[in-house]
């Protein structure tokens, strides 16, 4: 006949309990980095725009962002910051749907990011950029110094240079981090703790609820708040 099994032998190992939150862990800061590294690499100069321009106007370089040649990579990664949250505030079947909104996100930007950069491209970022910075410093008030040289400069552009670091390829990296993120969130995220879970005290314990008016009248005549917890008295 057997009997019951020891505590030791029913209980999981100490190692069992710890691997969803480590691996909840591991795969946020996977996100997190991946998110940084995309987001801030998509706003560096990709390109410069060297120009020459007659007389009087005044020659010089117009840099042109990875946010400016690839607009919708820049708000995919507002998305994966956004789905970074919503991984932490979700749980079961909404965390893995989480997670392929991840994944979608960090592909398509590591996508668009690998692709090209052509001289049009360039010239077209630069030549809006130009023609914004002339629009606010109009609605300024006034064309200032600068302002000429804007779309006159780009429009007798002499040389497109790209630039020496590879932000564009850092960029795919943390698209990349994204995606693979996104693909574990969406496979096991939800074994993973939730925010309920993690943060609430399990051992705290709640006022009981007073049974009945008799109870009441009988802990009021001994002197003994029936509101207050057990363990509280004499603390203040």
Do not use: C, N
Request: aromatic share 4%; hydrophobic share 55%; proline share 9%.
């Amino acid at each position: 006949m057997t009997g019951p099994l020891p505590a030791a032998a029913a209980a999981p190992g100490p190692g069992r309990p710890r691997r969803p939150a480590r691996e909840y862990a591991l795969v946020l800061g996977l996100a997190a980095a991946g998110t940084a590294l995309a987001f801030g690499s998509l706003r560096q100069a990709w390109a410069h725009v060297r120009t020459t321009a007659p007389a009087p106007l005044p020659s010089g370089s117009l840099p042109v962002t990875g946010q400016a040649l690839v607009p919708v990579a820049a708000a995919l990664a507002v998305v994966a910051l956004a789905g970074l949250v919503a991984v932490i505030a979700t749980r079961g079947l909404a965390r893995r749907l989480v997670g392929l909104v991840l994944a979608v996100s960090g592909a398509v930007t590591a996508v668009l990011a690998s692709l090209p950069v052509s001289t049009a491209s360039v010239l077209a970022a630069a030549q809006a950029a130009a023609a914004s910075q002339a629009g606010s410093v109009t609605a300024g008030g006034g064309a200032g110094p600068g302002a000429p040289a804007g779309p006159a400069a780009v429009a007798v552009a002499h040389q497109i240079v790209l630039a020496g670091f590879p932000w564009r390829w850092l960029a795919v990296a943390g698209a990349l981090a994204v995606l693979a993120a996104g693909l574990a969130v969406a496979w096991r995220g939800a074994r993973w703790p939730v925010m309920s879970s993690r943060y609430d005290q399990p051992g705290a314990a709640r006022p009981p609820a007073v049974a009945d008016t008799a109870t009441l009248w009988e802990s009021l005549s001994k002197g003994v708040d029936p509101t207050e917890q057990p363990g509280r008295r004499g603390s203040g």
